[in-house]
């Protein structure tokens, strides 16, 4: 977020700031100089620029200090409400997303017509991309482990993006929703994969069906429809194996598992039209 007023547009505020960061003390104390001489609006706009001096330095606790200072000290200024917002960015900066969350919702709610509200909302989706499962190379891959976090992601970037479709985060949106969906994609696969190890047909069918449905365009619909015909053929239903494979051999026809396809269609005779087959399925 850039940075407000400089300092250097009030001379005297810069000198009291300079001197209270040195010292440690608050402004408007170590010089002398009565802090009645400052406005109202200049005393919250140094310390909140002391704030932000310390939030780019990543003194994040005492940056939150000075921004506290700003929200209860001169809750009436322009700065009440990005020291507020500035604090959520400082749980962010520390992966306190919880708290950060907390801070932005808090802020929209105290601030609902501030310019600064859909940064807000872009924030805490950004939040919530964060407490997912990271893919730390000891662990169990993401999509093994919980993914309520996961779903609670795709949820926030959604809203955001219904809200904001041509927000300056919108793409940055875009692409965190469909690396999170895509977590979610991986899942439903991988429980696809166990079921079919497993001889459980029907609820791997109902697992990749779900994935084609809710989750195209990711990079799995090739391995899913090849899949997903399988099912059916250990179900009994040629008729549906078929039209799975037909997908796969059209739309993706470069496919390694489309040619697979191909072979395993021919092996057992099915080489008429999706339509055919299905009827034949049907009747048999």
Known sequence: MPRPLSLLRHPLVGRLLALS???????????????QELSYSDQAEAYFEAGQQRFERRDYLEAMRLYNTVRNQFPYSRWAALAHLRIGD??????QNAAAVEQYRAFI???????KVEYAHWKIARAFYEQMPSEFFILPPAY????????????ELRIFLQRYEQSEYAPEARRLMRSAQRRLADHEFYVATYYLDRDNPKAAAGRLTHLLRNFPGLGL???ALFLLGKAYLQLDEPGRALTAWTD????????????????LLEARGLNATPEQNSDEGQGG
């Not at 960061?21 to 802090?35: D, E, I």
């Not at 400082?90 to 992966?95: G, K, L, T």
């Not at 709610?109 to 310019?115: G, I, K, S, V």
């Not at 796969?248 to 072979?263: M, N, Q």
Request: net charge negative; proline share 8%; charged share 30%.
């Open 21 to 35: 960061l040195m010292a440690g003390a608050p402004l408007g104390c170590v010089t002398g100089t009565p802090s």
């Open 90 to 95: 400082a749980y962010f900066e520390q992966d």
């Open 109 to 115: 709610q105290l601030y609902p017509r501030h310019e």
């Open 144 to 155: 093994e482990r919980d993914l309520s976090s996961t779903r609670d992601a795709v949820r």
């Open 221 to 223: 619909d090739a391995e």
């Open 248 to 263: 796969l051999i059209e739309v993706h026809p470069e496919h390694p598992r489309a040619g697979e396809a191909k072979r």
